[in-house]
């Protein structure tokens, strides 16, 4: 478990290997007091009243899409920098993804960008927080109100980074908030990613 890094060789949160053994053989790898306890201590360390786990980042936002019940063909709108798999989720759920480019500084999007493919249909913002470093949120978060669109925060590579002091995919996002805990993918599958739930 929380060991396989291809690009950055293996690393081992210390005893994780064992916990996770453990909880397998008792027969509760997918539910269980371990996980009840990842899920408090994820949500405790975000400042956030829960957190649930999911298998996979994708799967937390699969289960968030569904969420949010929004129209068939409804448009959201990611980074063109980002991993494929997360828009290729939303398109097969029935979504339209619209990809807007990225701010060659910082690799995030470009809220600029984004104020310009909001369309009547747009219902959603995925800012993806790249490679530890928080999207401006300021920006993105007044755009998203004005346009009354959710926002679903990817913090797969920014797990515990912070925004002007609170951590990515805690304090922003209006109803559902995701955050994929494989920052680099420095966890391997089982607990992979959890959402959090501010509200
Ligand atoms: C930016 C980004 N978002 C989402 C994911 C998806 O996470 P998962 O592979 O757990 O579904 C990844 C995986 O590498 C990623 O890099």
């Not at 990842?38 to 999911?54: D, L, P």
């Amino acid at each position: 478990m929380f060991r396989t890094i291809a690009r950055y060789g293996a690393r081992n949160i210390p005893g994780s290997v064992t916990a996770a053994v453990k909880a397998i053989v008792r027969g509760q790898g997918v539910r269980g007091p371990a996980i009840q306890e990842f899920e408090e201590r994820f949500a405790a360390y975000h400042g956030v009243q829960n957190a649930i786990s999911t298998s996979y980042g994708r799967m937390a936002f699969c289960y968030i899409l569904r969420a949010l019940e929004l129209p068939r063909d409804s448009e959201i709108i990611f980074p063109a920098l980002t991993f494929w798999v997360v828009p290729e989720m939303a398109r097969v759920l029935g979504f339209r993804p619209i990809f807007v480019d990225i701010d060659p500084i910082t690799f995030n999007m470009d809220p600029a960008k984004l104020e310009r493919a909001i369309t009547p249909n747009t219902r959603a913002v995925v800012p993806t927080h790249l490679y530890g470093q928080p999207c401006d949120m300021d920006a993105i978060m007044s755009i998203a109100r004005a346009n009354q669109l959710a926002v679903i925060e990817d913090c797969a590579h920014a797990l515990g980074a912070t925004y002007k002091g609170r951590k990515v995919g805690t304090e922003f996002v209006q109803k559902l908030k995701v955050n994929r805990c494989r920052p680099q993918r420095m966890f391997s599958r089982k607990f992979s990613s959890a959402i959090c739930n501010a509200n």
